[in-house]
């Protein structure tokens, strides 16, 4: 089965600049996760969905970071406006139930810099 | 609230010799999944094994196994007979309704 697909693969922002990523999980898993992941550290939970309804944004900083999964299949990751703490690998994950016996696939991410 | 602690920031192991990666955590969820992923350089998250609160038995994956001792809140896993493609980040996990990431440990396996 195809994996979990990101684009863009890289991505050199300035600060103050606007930037989107895009995921398309793998075919038939419900839930969608968006993950930042720092440098050196481990990921971060942005924002979960199921189907195409939020089921925990409580990490997400909602005053520049926006996401949506419409149709409940692909979904989109917005910064706007990019700060320097931004730069970070962007990690979407997706898994077949809403369970804690289901694993997460991950797609390869995209590589963020903010100059 | 769940929280994942890995103490070893870093291994070195030589090859074809078996290394234990800790992991323990905290929560107050009854079910619950512990998961390791392996992240090599090149970013990509490669999910390797699972174990269920409920699962009496360890789990094995081919050279992945993991010692599961529940009183202890402890998930370590022991990858044996170690090979140079074994070097990589390792995340432990935990899922109830969402899944949280230790800090990762970093393996380095020499010649």
């Known amino acids: 089965e195809a994996g979990v697909a990101q684009s863009p693969r890289y991505k050199i922002i300035e600060k103050r600049q606007s930037v989107a990523f895009w995921c398309n999980p793998i075919?038939?898993?419900?839930?969608l996760y968006w993950y930042q992941q720092i440098l050196g550290q481990g990921p971060k939970l942005l924002i979960q969905?199921?189907?195409?309804?939020?089921?925990?944004d409580s990490q997400l900083p909602k005053d520049r970071f926006s996401a949506e999964r419409l149709k409940g299949v692909d979904s989109t990751l917005k910064i706007q406006p990019a700060k320097l703490e931004d730069s970070a690998v962007y990690l979407c994950?997706?898994?077949?139930?809403?369970?804690?016996?289901?694993?997460?696939?991950f797609g390869n991410g995209t590589r963020l810099t903010v100059t | 609230a769940q929280k994942i602690t890995q103490t070893q920031p870093g291994m070195f192991v030589q090859e074809k010799e078996a290394v234990t990666l800790d992991c323990t955590y905290d929560?107050?969820?009854?079910?619950?999944?512990l998961f390791w992923y392996k992240q090599p350089s090149s970013g990509e998250m490669i999910f390797l094994i699972y174990?269920?609160?409920?699962?009496?038995q360890n789990a094995t994956e081919g050279r992945y196994s993991l010692n599961f001792q529940k009183a202890r809140k402890s998930a370590n896993l022991v990858i044996s007979a170690s090979q140079l493609g074994d070097s990589a980040m390792y995340f432990c996990?935990?899922?109830?309704?969402?899944?949280?990431f230790g800090a990762g440990t970093t393996v380095t396996v020499r010649a």
């Open positions: 994950a997706s898994s077949l139930e809403f369970s804690p016996n289901s694993p997460l696939h």
């Open positions: 174990q269920g609160s409920y699962d009496e």
């Open positions: 969905f199921q189907n195409n309804g939020v089921v925990d």
């Open positions: 929560t107050s969820d009854q079910s619950y999944g």
């Open positions: 075919s038939g898993h419900a839930t």
């Open positions: 996990a935990m899922r109830g309704y969402k899944l949280s």
